[in-house]
C-alpha cells in the first residue's frame, strides 16, 4: 500500500539558515510526489511537484526536491529561511484508483518555525 | 479565475443538526475532492467524483453524502452533525486524465458543539 512518512512533526531554523524537510514514501510503482504549503487559516498551495522528468524539482518561492529512488525519499529543501516560510508543509504522493483517476495520500505534516 | 471556492468559511453547528458545504471551481475540470483536515493527520480523504454523475468513498466517508450537481459544483452533506465532524474542510479539483495536480480551495472551518 502507497504511504507518507513525515520524519519531522516540528522544525525550527534561524532566518537565514538552511531548511530541511524530510519526507519518506512508500509505493508499488513510480510514484508521483508533491509536497504542498499550507500558511495559517489558509488553504493548502502546491510548492513543487515530481513526475520522473528530472530528480531534482525546483519550485516556488526557493524550494526544492531531490526524489532518491534508492532511500524511497523526497526531502525539501531551501538554501536560506525567511520569516514568511513559516508554515505547515505537506508531502504528499498521488495513487492510481480504477477507472483512471486518483487520489493523493497526505503525510501528517511537519509544522516549520522560523525565528528571527 | 477564482479556482476553486467554498463556502462558508465558517460555522457552528449543535449536534444533530445539518448543514451542506459547497464547492465550486471553475478550472473545467473533471475531478473533484473532499477532504478533511485534522490536527497531526495530515488530509484525509472523505468523497471523491471521477467525472459529473459519478461519486465514491475515500477514507473515512461515514457520517458524510455528496452531490456532484453538475461539473462545476459538488457538495458535501452532513446530516446529522456529531463532535467527532470538527475539523476543517478542504475542496479540491483536477482536471482529469494523466493529470494527478489538484487544487484545493481555502477550507471551511467546522465546529460542532
Known amino acids: 500500500a502507497q504511504s507518507v512518512t513525515q520524519l519531522d512533526s516540528h522544525v525550527s531554523v534561524s532566518e537565514g539558515t538552511p531548511v530541511l524537510l524530510r519526507c519518506n514514501y512508500s509505493?508499488?510503482?513510480?510514484?508521483?510526489l508533491f509536497w504542498y504549503v499550507q500558511h495559517p487559516n489558509k488553504g493548502l498551495q502546491l510548492l513543487l511537484k515530481?513526475?520522473?522528468?528530472?530528480?531534482l524539482v525546483k519550485g516556488i518561492n526557493g524550494f526544492e526536491a531531490e526524489f532518491k529512488k534508492s532511500e524511497t525519499s523526497f526531502h525539501l529543501t531551501k538554501p536560506s529561511a525567511h520569516m514568511s516560510d513559516a508554515a505547515e508543509y505537506f508531502c504528499?504522493?498521488?495513487?492510481?484508483?480504477?477507472?483512471?483517476?486518483?487520489?493523493?495520500?497526505f503525510g501528517a505534516g511537519t509544522r516549520l518555525a522560523v525565528h528571527p | 479565475n477564482a479556482g476553486v471556492t467554498q463556502t462558508p468559511k465558517f460555522q457552528v453547528l449543535k449536534t444533530g443538526q445539518s448543514m451542506t458545504l459547497q464547492c465550486a471551481q471553475d478550472?473545467?475540470?473533471?475531478?473533484m475532492y473532499w477532504y478533511r483536515q485534522d490536527p497531526g493527520m495530515g488530509l484525509r480523504l472523505i468523497y471523491y467524483s471521477a467525472s459529473e454523475g459519478t461519486t465514491d468513498k475515500g477514507e473515512v466517508p461515514n457520517g458524510y453524502n455528496v452531490s456532484r450537481l453538475n461539473k462545476r459544483e459538488f457538495s458535501l452533506r452532513l446530516e446529522s452533525a456529531a463532535p467527532s465532524q470538527t475539523s476543517v474542510y478542504f475542496c479540491a479539483s483536477r482536471r482529469g486524465g494523466s493529470t494527478d495536480t489538484q487544487y484545493f480551495g481555502p477550507g471551511t472551518r467546522l465546529t460542532v458543539l
Open positions: 515530481y513526475t520522473s522528468a528530472a530528480t
Open positions: 509505493s508499488s510503482y513510480s510514484p508521483s
Open positions: 478550472m473545467n475540470h473533471n475531478s
Open positions: 504528499v504522493v498521488s495513487v492510481g484508483v480504477s477507472g483512471g483517476y486518483n487520489k493523493l495520500i
